[in-house]
């Protein structure tokens, strides 16, 4: 083999391992999107079923519900305009409140409840995650006093 | 009086970052010897100033000087003097401060190390440490000065973050600067090369030292980082995926390929071009990362600090040294060539191989990290890349990394014969399968194949690391005699390697078979975890300097016999208002036992996680015999004596091989 030839196998075989590795990289990209949606494109409809996402809002004042011998928890998030409800079996961040900006990630059921898997809430109580704040000023719900979004 | 001090420090340390970039900039190109000699005496003057505004940042902190804003808002007349001092770097504008003192750190480092060098390329390496330096500075006076006063003064301030309240987070953040901005050397050498047209193995033999130190530093800053998480988190995760995370995984994964792809320009005077493009990515991706963690455009615990006009000064930054260091690069590159020969089956395609796989896993990172917020920015929607995605792109990508690097260090130079090689390591790779799927087979599942999978490749990277360091032992008289003869590099790959093994098996294990129970427990209630029982006694009140907290008071049985007491907290800190959860971990060396409390509910009951996580330690273990194999190598002889060596460079391409 001439030092060419060679270089061009050494070359060739990058080529394929990179495509390798970007095909397998893509792949599983796709499969773990998660798309973020708010309580209004929930209630009209727009969210996927059957297929994990994210819905962000405030937790409605007076709307947590803890059943008295489990780890479940109901509760409403809202971006002014819609509700959706939710249901969570776990334990929640440190920083979760009625009136808080909160992020959760689940599926919708076929009743239109929001099964989470998962519920976020920031280490910072003047922070907000920037998809609820865009949520709440599309709702025109942004509270007066609320200055984190600005940051 | 001390703030404004501080502050005209730091507009002193911009001038003298001046002087040290543009008359050795301009020494070197004109072949003024006199304006090159400025570099030196600037870049410690620089280091000194920074020194002074960093004491008085300091200073005002432990002095309660809440008329400077920024101590206002991070610090409390109630916090402790501990951490009070590590305030000082807990938010956005002093660990910036920070970034810039660390900076002027290396660049005293780089005056002082420097004998070998000659005046020309020196002044060129200091040259380029200055404008980044003057960059650093001049974000801080125009973006985010720490030394801000407003008036009038808040009677008491706002109090450091709980979360940063905390031993891991005082020392991780100073760590983790090192290891960015210590890439900084390893990419002014670059540069250096590329402007003053002397990119040799020399080159790379100055630069293999300071990017050891520098990726040391990244590696501690990252275990630091992910320890923290576990035990301060309260989720008993190790790694999440975040995209901070990422932003300091990436550069160490470049910095990684950098390293190994300097040993072969070091050694056969290879890959030039490419070990030079390694360097400038490694800084750029530190430059990135702090980008990612100081603009705020990501929604993460980081996010502390966020404002348009600094992400935007960030990235005109990362865009001129990005852009300006690879033009450059494109106009020299071309004229480096690589008159090396080598076979097909050699060290050198070996270690390309792992470069190519290394780089292409940042690259897979940076998409994961990057097309969500670029998405965001177009308008185009928000997503985000769950971690799944990072996982299963990982796993293919790093099973031959391992693979590899078993047998790598056996490979010769030029040309290796893989007969040879594989009549060599054959018994050893079969043995260590074995041995993956007996251990796996009686101490957990015998029907689990990935664990079987991983273990074994855990004890092939082991037994391949100790076998090649045995090959170069046997060679000489007696073992004694042969460890002697080891080079202190040869100790640092394998100390480095095994390191991976170990990391490796502690993932594998407390990936496979931790156990999480989230149970509600009234006191006297208890609760199993495999072999392990925990009773719930009761929550009693404790207060603490600056919070109130409810300290739960948990017994771990395992049988019939007594393991430990946890504690853990659910602290409420007075200022903020802020709850937060402190786990109790009962630590060991093949388990971790692992109690937070989660919400109080009625009767006294409160939701509580249980977690047993076996060999979770590995994981960070690993880490740290990777970096005390980076120590080892850094401490080479050869690079000591890199002084009296530097006529002989023609030699270097003989000496034994790495």
């Not at chain 2, 940063?164 to 050397?185: A, E, R």
């Not at chain 2, 917020?373 to 928000?382: E, N, P, R, T, V």
Request: aromatic fraction near 12%; charge should be positive; proline fraction near 4%.
């Amino acid at each position: 083999m001439t030092p060419r030839r060679r270089r061009m196998i050494v070359v060739g075989l990058i080529l394929i391992g990179v495509s390798l590795a970007t095909f397998l990289a893509l792949t599983a990209f796709q499969k773990n999107l998660l798309y973020f949606y708010t309580p209004s494109q929930v209630a009209a409809g727009e969210a996927p079923k059957g297929y994990p996402f994210r819905v962000g809002g405030l937790v409605v004042q007076g709307s947590v519900q803890r059943a008295p011998d489990s780890l479940t928890i109901r509760f409403s998030v809202t971006d002014g305009a819609s509700t959706v409800p939710v249901v969570y079996t776990g334990i929640l961040p440190d920083l979760f409140r009625e009136g808080q900006g909160i992020i959760s990630v689940g599926q919708i059921s076929a009743a239109g409840v929001f099964e989470a898997s998962e519920v976020l809430a920031k280490h910072d109580e003047n922070y907000m995650p920037p998809e609820v704040a865009d949520a709440l000023k599309q709702g025109g719900q942004m509270p007066a006093d609320y200055q984190g979004w600005k940051k | 009086m001390i703030a404004e001090l501080g502050h005209i420090a730091v507009i002193m340390a911009l001038l003298m970052a001046l002087l040290q970039s543009v008359f050795p900039l301009l020494g070197a190109a004109q072949g003024v010897p006199v304006w090159m000699a400025v570099g030196r005496a600037a870049g410690r003057a620089q280091f000194f100033f920074l020194a002074v505004a960093f004491a008085c940042l300091i200073g005002s902190f432990v002095n309660h000087d809440f008329s400077v804003l920024y101590v206002a808002r991070n610090s409390n007349s109630a916090l402790p003097l501990y951490y009070r001092i590590s305030a000082a770097w807990g938010a956005h504008e002093g660990s910036m401060l920070l970034w810039a003192l660390i900076m002027g750190v290396w660049t005293v480092m780089v005056t002082i190390f420097s004998r070998s060098l000659s005046e020309e390329f020196l002044a060129r390496v200091l040259g380029v440490m200055g404008l980044v330096s003057v960059g650093i500075l001049l974000f801080i006076l125009l973006t985010s000065n720490p030394f801000e006063r407003h008036f009038p003064p808040p009677a008491d301030g706002n109090d450091l973050n709980p979360l940063l309240q905390d031993i891991g987070m005082t020392v991780h953040p100073p760590m983790l600067y090192m290891g960015y901005v210590g890439l900084s050397v390893a990419f002014s050498f670059a540069i250096a090369a590329l402007l003053g047209g002397s990119l040799d193995s020399a080159w790379a033999r100055w630069s293999r030292p300071w990017t050891l130190i520098a990726w040391v530093f990244l590696t501690f800053g990252i275990v630091l980082g992910s320890w923290w998480a576990y035990y301060e988190l309260g989720w008993g995760g190790w790694w999440f995926w975040d995209p901070v995370e990422n932003a300091s995984f990436m550069p160490w994964l470049v910095a990684t390929a950098l390293l190994h792809s300097l040993a072969v320009t070091e050694k056969r005077g290879a890959f030039k071009a490419w070990t030079v493009l390694l360097a400038i990515f490694a800084f750029s991706l530190s430059l990135l990362g702090t980008f990612l963690v100081r603009s705020g455009v990501l929604t993460s615990v980081h996010a502390f600090a966020s404002d348009p006009a600094r992400g935007l000064f960030i990235l005109v930054f990362l865009a001129v040294v990005v852009g300006g260091s690879l033009l450059l690069y494109a106009v020299r590159a071309p004229r480096v060539k690589d008159h090396v020969r080598y076979g097909f089956v050699s060290k050198e395609n070996l270690l390309l191989l792992n470069n190519v796989l290394l780089v292409t896993a940042a690259a897979s990172i940076l998409l994961g990290t990057l097309y969500p917020l670029i998405l965001d920015a177009l308008q185009l929607g928000k997503i985000s890349v769950g971690s799944p995605y990072f996982a299963s792109v990982f796993g293919p990508l790093m099973t031959p990394v391992f693979l590899l690097a078993g047998i790598a260090p056996m490979f010769a130079w030029r040309e290796a014969d893989l007969g040879k090689i594989g009549r060599r390591v054959r018994y050893v790779f079969l043995g260590s399968l074995l041995l993956g799927v007996v251990s796996t087979a009686i101490f957990w599942d015998a029907k689990d194949i990935k664990t079987m999978a991983g273990l074994g490749m855990a004890f092939w990277l082991a037994a391949s690391a100790l076998l090649s360091l045995w090959n170069r032992v046997r060679l000489r008289e007696s073992a004694l005699q042969g460890f002697k003869a080891q080079s202190r590099s040869i100790y640092g790959m394998t100390l480095a390697h095994m390191g991976i093994a170990v990391f490796l098996t502690g993932v594998v294990l407390s990936d496979r078979y931790s156990e999480e129970k989230i149970v509600r427990l009234a006191p006297g209630e208890s609760s199993t975890l495999g072999d392990y029982t925990f009773t719930f006694k009761g929550v009693t009140e404790v207060q603490g300097p600056n919070f109130i907290a409810q300290q739960g008071d948990f017994r771990v049985q395992r049988g019939d016999g007594d393991v430990t007491e946890l504690r853990p907290q659910k602290r409420i800190y007075r200022v903020q208002r802020n709850t937060m959860t402190e786990a109790a971990i009962d630590p060991g060396l093949t388990r971790d036992l692992y109690v937070a409390l989660g919400d109080r509910m009625d009767a006294g009951a409160w939701s509580v996680r249980v977690y047993y996580k076996p060999f979770i330690r590995w994981i960070w273990l690993g880490g740290l015999l990777m970096m005390t194999g980076g120590l080892f190598s850094a401490a080479d002889r050869r690079y000591r004596l890199a002084t009296r060596q530097a006529e002989v460079w023609g030699e270097s391409a003989e000496r034994k091989p790495a």
